[in-house]
């Protein structure tokens, strides 16, 4: 720049102001938090979906906004040229490095873009990392992820962060995952999401790269026992309890012997299957692929469409426990539990018919809710001692498991590692699925092939152990039916 040239030069009008000047330290330092993220992101183990808003939203966004300051001080630069064009000197940013004014203000402005450039790279790093916590999933994203943060920190991987089950890597899953990434973000602003959110998760990472990091699929279990405990809903709430042995077994002969529920995850068999509904809780073809190779199709009578003509899914993890973290426990079983540790006093007459019934009213929200469970219990227990406690009890385990504005509880996400409340193991175990020639039906299809009974009932009744299995003696009867939840629904079962 000459300063003697009595006209002002054409270019560098941005560099004539420390407005513009500041605008093009914004303007680089996004792009430069642009490329940081990016490369962090493109060599990072796993793809972050959140990324996506940090790199094509804020920090463009930040970009513009260099931008415009830049637009605004060349526009203020050009007004007050256009003032005083006599004397363009007397606006323009003129830096004589003789000055000592100019020298230090210089430094000053250096290092401040030094220091606002180290800044950006640090809040970078660190916003990097906050997107792939479990604080960021669950707390930030407050309204949308509170069930599912709410049933997590009750669930036994309530210490495994959410990125670990739902956070895709390879390629491919880059760009759908930065695209839903912002389209969340966007959904959230707007308030504009599904309600609840719809299940099953469409593009959860396979279980191969998710639960099989931790858990090794050929590990051999054995048994698990397990207690059921339950209380009826007549006026003394009477126990009941069911005591299991459960078949779990292993999938690998090297490990133990092959057999039991985890025998679809023998490394050989594969099990493939047609949904045909969206939950995919009906299930009417199946086709197992054994070890030796051999192919067996299984379908229901009224099945009599081409497989072809669907889409398959093959077996995993997820298709028994699809509720790892985030279950939402049906009202009877929360219930029983408070009343089974005590929190809920069990001598109060029909206690824990009162406290279903009031748990599933249609409210619309939480305060709603826990409003009309106060006044509910207050006319049906007005002289009892334990009212206050029994409140605070039904308030806690409607805010642990309901969560009216999300439509989300046991209603809204099925579970299917039992059979009582959801159809789970039966919708292929239930002696109805018959091979090609009629002959075969799903194997585990009679009520101790998955488990044994070991003892049923209450008090005394519950240390008649028998080994080789109980009957399941139903209440009053036995029974040995394969549709429990025609009638048990996770509230009262219809008789
Ligand atoms: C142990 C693995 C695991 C962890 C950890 C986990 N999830 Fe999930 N999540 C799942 C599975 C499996 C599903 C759904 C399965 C299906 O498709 O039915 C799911 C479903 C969801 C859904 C869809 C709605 C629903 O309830 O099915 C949301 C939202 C969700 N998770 C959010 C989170 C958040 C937030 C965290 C962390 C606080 C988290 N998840 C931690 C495994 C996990
Ligand atoms: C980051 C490691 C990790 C991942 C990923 C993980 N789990 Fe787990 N899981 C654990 C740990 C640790 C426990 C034991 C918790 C305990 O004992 O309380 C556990 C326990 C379990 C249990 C036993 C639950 C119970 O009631 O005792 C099941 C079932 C299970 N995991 C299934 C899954 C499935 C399905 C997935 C994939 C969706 C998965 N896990 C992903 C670490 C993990
Ligand atoms: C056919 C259904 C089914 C499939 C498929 C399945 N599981 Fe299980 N699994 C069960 C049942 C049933 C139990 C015992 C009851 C329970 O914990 O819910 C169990 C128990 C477990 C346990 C707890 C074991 C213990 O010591 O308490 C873990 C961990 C587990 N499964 C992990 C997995 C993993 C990982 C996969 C996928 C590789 C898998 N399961 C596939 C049904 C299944
Ligand atoms: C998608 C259908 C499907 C579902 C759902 C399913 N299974 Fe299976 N299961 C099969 C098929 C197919 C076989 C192989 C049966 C055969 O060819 O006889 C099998 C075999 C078994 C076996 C016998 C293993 C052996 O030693 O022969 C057990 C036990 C079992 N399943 C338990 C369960 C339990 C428990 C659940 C629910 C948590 C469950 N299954 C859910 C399809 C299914
Ligand atoms: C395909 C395997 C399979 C078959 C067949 C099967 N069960 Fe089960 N059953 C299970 C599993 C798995 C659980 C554990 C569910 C859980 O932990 O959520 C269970 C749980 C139960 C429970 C305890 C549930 C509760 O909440 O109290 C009872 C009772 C029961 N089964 C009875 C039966 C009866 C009766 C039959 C025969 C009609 C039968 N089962 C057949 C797999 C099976
Ligand atoms: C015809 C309807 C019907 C069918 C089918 C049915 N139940 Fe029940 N069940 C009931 C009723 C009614 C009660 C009593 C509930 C009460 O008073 O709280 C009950 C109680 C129970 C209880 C103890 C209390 C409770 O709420 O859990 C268990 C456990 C149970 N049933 C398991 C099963 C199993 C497992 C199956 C399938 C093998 C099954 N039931 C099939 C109607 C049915």
């Known amino acids: 720049m000459r300063l003697d040239d ?14 513009g000047l500041a605008g093009m330290v914004l303007a680089a330092s996004a792009v430069f938090a642009f490329l940081f993220l990016w490369a962090m992101d493109f060599f990072a183990s796993q793809a972050n979906p959140y990324m996506g808003i940090l790199t094509y939203v804020v920090a463009p966004g930040f970009f513009t906004l260099g931008l415009l300051l830049i637009g605004l001080g060349s526009w203020i630069d050009r ?35 030094v220091v606002f450039l180290l800044i950006t790279a ?32 009750d669930s ?32 959230t602003l707007t308030g504009n999401m599904q309600r609840p959110i719809k299940t099953p998760v469409k593009n959860l990472r396979p279980a ?12 051999y279990v054995g048994n698990v026992d397990r207690t059921y405990t339950h209380f009826l809903a007549d006026e003394t709430n009477t126990a009941f309890s069911v005591h299991l042995s459960l078949k779990v077994g292993g999938g690998s002969p090297t490990y133990g012997q092959v057999g039991g529920v985890h025998w679809h995850m023998n490394l050989g068999n594969k099990v493939e299957y047609i949904a045909s509904d969206e939950r995919r809780q009906v299930i009417p073809w199946v086709r197992f692929t054994g070890t030796n190779g051999v192919v067996t199709e299984y379908r229901t009578p009224d099945f009599k469409d081409d497989p072809a ?76 001692p334990q009212l206050a406690s029994l409140v605070k009890e039904t308030q806690a385990i409607y805010s642990r498991s309901f969560f009216p504005e999300m439509k989300a509880d046991w209603r809204a996400y099925p579970d299917n590692s039992g059979h009582k409340d959801w159809p789970g ?32 009932g209450a008090g005394a009744e519950l240390e008649k152990v028998n080994l080789n299995g109980h009957t399941f003696f139903h209440i009053d009867a036995p029974n040995e039916d394969f549709s429990c939840n025609n009638c048990h629904t996770g509230a009262f079962p219809k008789e």
């Not at 239930?430 to 075969?440: F, M, N, T």
């Open 208 to 219: 191969q790269e998710t639960c099989e990091q931790c858990h090794w699929p050929q590990k």
């Open 79 to 113: 007004r007050q040229s256009r003032k005083s064009a006599a004397d363009w000197r007397a606006h323009v940013l003129h830096i004589d490095l003789s000055r000592q004014r100019d020298r230090r203000m210089l430094v000053g402005f250096g290092m401040a873009a």
């Open 425 to 456: 193991c039966f919708r292929c175990h239930d002696g109805q699925h018959k091979s090609a020639d009629g002959k075969r039906s799903i194997a585990a299809s009679n009520c101790n092939s998955c488990h044994t009974i070991l003892a049923q």
């Open 156 to 187: 036994p991987h309530a210490r495994v962060a959410c990125v670990d089950c739902h956070v895709g890597s390879g390629a491919s899953a880059y760009v759908s995952s930065k695209i839903n990434g912002v389209h969340q973000l966007y959904c």
């Open 309 to 384: 003509k669907h889409t398959l899914r093959t077996m995993d993890c997820i298709d028994c426990h699809n509720r790892p973290a985030h279950r939402f426990l049906a009202p009877n079983d929360a219930t029983d539990r408070a009343i089974e540790a005590g929190r809920i006093d069990r001598s109060l007459p029909w206690v824990k018919s009162n406290v279903v019934a009031t748990l599933i009213q249609p409210y619309r929200t939480e305060a709603e809710a826990l409003k009309s469970i106060e006044k509910t219990l207050n006319a049906q227990y007005k002289n009892a």
């Open 6 to 19: 009595p006209s002002p030069p054409r270019r560098g009008r941005v560099l004539r102001n420390w407005l």
């Open 122 to 153: 640090i809040g970078s790093n660190n916003t990097y990392h906050y997107t792939e916590s479990t604080q960021f999933c669950g707390v930030a994203c407050h309204e949308p992820m509170k069930p599912e943060y709410v049933a997590y920190l």
